[in-house]
């Protein structure tokens, strides 16, 4: 078999190691539109809890990790002042160009090979047996073939922009600096002896009156923007010591999320995506060259398992690839949109709880806790030390009406929920104004994120109207966290969040992180155990 791998990234390279190491009868070329030792970006990031599956693969990722990258356990966020850590959180990294020059020479070792400056279209490939596209989020090949993959593509609000700097991280840091213009936010990482990774990010109204919208980025990839490199220079410059940052195409951008339900064609011609060219999940959870790596996993032995099928061999991959890239896609969505509103949480909230509403923004206070118990202890401290009492436990007054804690019970009705009924004074929750004493706003949140500003619309009505609590109640668990936090943040009301069955954990982690000041539901479900402090 002949198989032409476009793209030569770490996916399209760990691919064409792990079939040759399969099978070593199959022909294997790697096609890459640039030079071998060209790249764009600076670092690659993995966590170690995420690696197995790559290490048991073939050991090249090890091995540049161990000789060639920077290792570390804890993140530090820092704020207003403050520097806080959170261990148990052990993640490496590596620079990128170093680690494809060691997947280069794996690749070749093993009989592939690899034509750089080679930049081809399908009707160049016609004489393989497969073609692997892995030639990234603006894949050529993909966009050339003529079938229905199902794809969408979600672009978020943030604009991001990746730089290095010549300051070494002591390990994965999140630095956040409020400007004239607006809020902006570091992610930087060391990845090698001297160099770090420095990718900011921030919404785009501080973008535009920052000037930072001038630099064209239209024009063909090479040139940077130097404007926003100086601009970002001087607003972090005590952050990172006075050191420089470095530039390699750095221009700003808003992240796609790309997702796609198939994988392959094999009409008129056998194509399989690999990587971002099927799949993105935004950088922050650190997990797209890991995703393409896996995805070389699963295909190198979907084929090694069913040689000469085709067909059977790519609907194998997809059903062994698919289940974890919509995992981490998943938990990926909620930590863009944190993303989304950093600006906001950094006015809101002290650095403590600033903090840990980020490391909880897509894992609960008890998995929190056994990464980081430290860590998690002090947040819970921070609380008591506040309030003097556990977070489910602190009383709770607002309008006139009050509660001896965070949990409460509702009554719910066809239409969802009518009343709180304890465990303080009855509450009524109603769709507008009472004026016979405390009451209570519900405001059901919408079933995806294009819902929310007609829900935001409805919810300042409602807070003209002095409701002493605002309940949200179904949709997503996304879009109703973002409703409360709305109400809490943007409007000042209290937000009750409603859920169908009661998780004592992410009860805390809502409270906790002050994603919602109460945590509701059905009194016949609040009764079948008890909520622990």
């Given at each position: 078999m002949r198989v032409a791998v476009v793209g030569g990234g770490p996916g399209g390279l760990f691919f064409a190691t792990l079939i040759r190491r399969a099978d070593p009868t199959v022909e294997v070329t790697v096609f890459e539109r640039n030079r071998a030792d060209d790249t764009f970006g600076f670092g690659v990031?993995?966590?170690?809890?995420?690696?197995?599956?790559?290490?048991?693969?073939?050991?090249?990722?090890?091995?540049?990790?161990?000789?060639?990258?920077?290792?570390?356990?804890?993140?530090?966020?820092?704020?207003?002042?403050?520097?806080?850590?959170?261990?148990?959180?052990?993640?490496?990294?590596?620079?990128?160009?170093?680690?494809?020059?060691?997947?280069?020479?794996?690749?070749?070792?093993?009989?592939?090979?690899?034509?750089?400056?080679?930049?081809?279209?399908?009707?160049?490939?016609?004489?393989?047996?497969?073609?692997?596209?892995?030639?990234g989020t603006s894949s050529t090949i993909r966009d050339q073939l003529d079938a229905d993959l199902g794809a969408t593509v979600d672009t978020a609000t943030a604009k991001f922009i990746w730089f290095g700097t010549d300051y070494l991280f002591d390990g994965l840091t999140f630095v956040h600096e409020r400007s004239p213009d607006g809020v902006f936010a570091v992610?930087?990482?060391?990845?090698?002896?001297?160099?770090?990774?420095?990718?900011?990010?921030?919404?785009?109204?501080?973008?535009?009156?920052?000037?930072?919208?001038?630099?064209?980025?239209?024009?063909?990839?090479?040139?940077?923007?130097?404007?926003?490199?100086?601009?970002?220079?001087?607003?972090?410059?005590?952050?990172?010591?006075?050191?420089?940052l470095l530039v390699n195409n750095s221009r700003w951008g808003n992240f796609r999320t790309r997702r796609t339900r198939r994988w392959h064609t094999v009409t008129p011609r056998p194509v399989?995506?690999?990587?971002?060219?099927?799949?993105?999940?935004?950088?922050?959870?650190?997990?797209?060259?890991?995703?393409?790596?896996?995805?070389?996993?699963?295909?190198?032995?979907?084929?090694?398992?069913?040689?000469?099928?085709?067909?059977?061999?790519?609907?194998?991959?997809?059903q062994a690839a698919q289940p974890s890239v919509a995992k981490i896609q998943n938990s990926a969505r909620p930590s863009l949109a944190w993303w989304e509103h950093f600006g906001r949480y950094y006015d809101h909230f002290e650095p403590w709880q600033f903090s840990y509403h980020f490391l909880t923004r897509a894992i609960s206070d008890t998995r929190l806790a056994r990464r980081a118990p430290t860590f998690v202890d002090s947040i819970h401290r921070s609380w008591t030390n506040e309030y003097s009492a556990e977070p489910l436990q602190t009383p709770f007054s607002h309008r006139g009406?009050?509660?001896?804690?965070?949990?409460?019970?509702?009554?719910?009705?066809?239409?969802?929920?009518v009343a709180v009924t304890g465990p303080g004074p009855v509450l009524p929750l109603t769709d507008s104004a009472r004026a016979d004493g405390p009451w209570g706003a519900r405001l059901a949140a919408p079933d995806t994120e294009a819902g929310l500003p007609a829900a935001f619309t409805v919810l300042a009505?409602?807070?003209?109207?002095?409701?002493?609590?605002?309940?949200?109640?179904?949709?997503?668990?996304?879009?109703?966290?973002?409703?409360?936090?709305?109400?809490?943040?943007?409007?000042?009301?209290?937000?009750?969040?409603?859920?169908?069955?009661?998780?004592?954990?992410?009860?805390?982690?809502?409270?906790?992180?002050?994603?919602?000041?109460?945590?509701?539901?059905?009194?016949?479900?609040?009764?079948?155990?008890?909520?622990?402090?």
């Open positions: 990031v993995f966590s170690d809890r995420t690696l197995a599956a790559i290490h048991d693969a073939d050991p090249v990722l090890r091995q540049a990790l161990t000789e060639h990258g920077r290792h570390w356990d804890e993140i530090e966020v820092r704020l207003k002042g403050e520097r806080i850590r959170c261990g148990g959180n052990g993640m490496a990294a590596v620079a990128r160009r170093t680690l494809l020059a060691v997947m280069q020479a794996r690749a070749r070792d093993v009989g592939a090979q690899l034509e750089f400056s080679r930049d081809v279209a399908l009707d160049d490939l016609i004489g393989y047996d497969l073609v692997v596209a892995a030639d992610h930087g990482y060391p990845i090698s002896a001297d160099i770090s990774t420095f990718i900011v990010e921030t919404d785009e109204p501080s973008w535009q009156r920052a000037g930072l919208d001038e630099f064209d980025v239209a024009q063909p990839p090479g040139p940077s923007d130097l404007i926003s490199k100086q601009y970002l220079e001087k607003l972090f410059a005590d952050q990172i010591d006075g050191h420089r399989v995506l690999l990587g971002d060219a099927a799949h993105t999940a935004h950088f922050s959870v650190g997990s797209g060259t890991k995703m393409a790596m896996e995805d070389a996993v699963a295909l190198s032995q979907a084929l090694a398992a069913h040689p000469g099928d085709l067909e059977t061999a790519l609907s194998a991959y997809e009406w009050t509660s001896p804690g965070r949990v409460v019970e509702l009554e719910t009705g066809a239409d969802g929920p009505d409602i807070v003209d109207h002095d409701p002493a609590v605002v309940a949200v109640y179904g949709g997503t668990a996304l879009t109703r966290t973002l409703l409360c936090e709305q109400a809490r943040m943007k409007h000042g009301v209290p937000a009750l969040l409603v859920e169908a069955a009661l998780d004592a954990d992410l009860a805390v982690t809502a409270v906790l992180s002050g994603r919602a000041d109460l945590v509701g539901a059905p009194t016949a479900i609040l009764h079948t155990g008890p909520v622990p402090a």
